[in-house]
């Protein structure tokens, strides 16, 4: 199974600063032969299920604030809110769509500071 | 606007079957592009995907489970179905419902509200 592992595991930033959640694969979900990235974000509120955000590890689904971005190649990904609001308050999760078993993180708890 | 609800039994008895049906609506299941999947979270866990089918029938399994899991699908109803045999403890869970992009079997954009299984006798 590809195992995919989040940092860290719980964040405090203050509203308008800058949130970076890791997650790294292993083993790499690199697809050599068009070159992408099988790495996909997920926001989850308390009693929702998980909003897709991103996929290709850096293409944003429609409706998502310009302020989520994502990057990383191979085995290393990063998710950044670039100026935390309140309402970004949530677990974030990276999941690999390259192979099966489709594996998630064990997730990022987001909180305000 | 595609909409999708679970429902079945909240509470299944250990060794016993858990059964979950998926209805879809503002959309069809028949797609040739989109496959169509259950994932399930343990309270206070990650998502673990369970499986992914599409309107044909053919399906995906998690390996973990595939000894004990089956989904079908019934395109007359729109709807998609969930069977986990000899459920344990270990087995409660809210479990979702959700559609995949059309690029992956499992890359989920839309996803029902869940419903909670909890097994116990």
């Known amino acids: 199974d590809i195992v995919m592992t989040q940092s860290p595991d719980s964040l405090a930033v203050s509203l308008g600063e800058r949130a970076t959640i890791n997650c790294k694969s292993s083993?790499?979900?690199?697809?050599?032969?068009?070159?992408?990235?099988?790495l996909a974000w997920y926001q989850q509120k308390p009693g929702q299920p998980p909003k897709l955000l991103i996929h290709?590890?850096?293409t944003r689904e429609s409706g998502v604030p310009d302020r989520f971005s994502g990057s990383g190649s191979g085995t290393d990904f990063t998710l950044t809110i670039s100026s935390l609001q309140a309402e970004d308050v949530a677990v974030y999760y990276c999941?690999?769509?390259?192979?099966?078993?489709?594996?998630f993180g064990q997730g990022t708890k987001l909180e305000i500071k | 606007q595609l909409q999708m609800q679970e429902s079945g039994p909240g509470l299944v008895k250990p060794s016993e079957t858990l059964s979950l049906t998926c209805t879809v609506s503002?959309?069809?299941?028949?797609?040739?592009?989109?496959?169509w999947g259950w994932v399930r979270q343990p309270p206070g866990k990650g998502p673990e995907w369970i499986g992914s089918?599409?309107?044909?029938?053919?399906?995906y399994y998690n390996p973990s489970l595939k000894s004990r899991v089956t989904i079908s699908v019934d395109t007359s109803k729109n709807q998609f179905s969930l069977k986990l045999s000899s459920v344990t403890a270990a087995d409660t869970a809210v479990f979702f419902c959700?559609?995949?992009?059309?690029?992956?079997?499992?890359?989920?954009?839309?996803w029902g509200l869940g419903t909670l299984v909890t097994v116990s006798s």
């Open positions: 959700a559609r995949s992009t059309p690029i992956a079997v499992a890359l989920f954009d839309f």
């Open positions: 503002g959309g069809s299941l028949i797609s040739s592009s989109n496959f």
């Open positions: 089918i599409l309107y044909s029938g053919s399906t």
């Open positions: 083993p790499s979900i690199l697809y050599s032969s068009n070159n992408k990235n099988y």
């Open positions: 290709w590890a850096s």
């Open positions: 999941q690999q769509y390259y192979g099966t078993p489709y594996t």
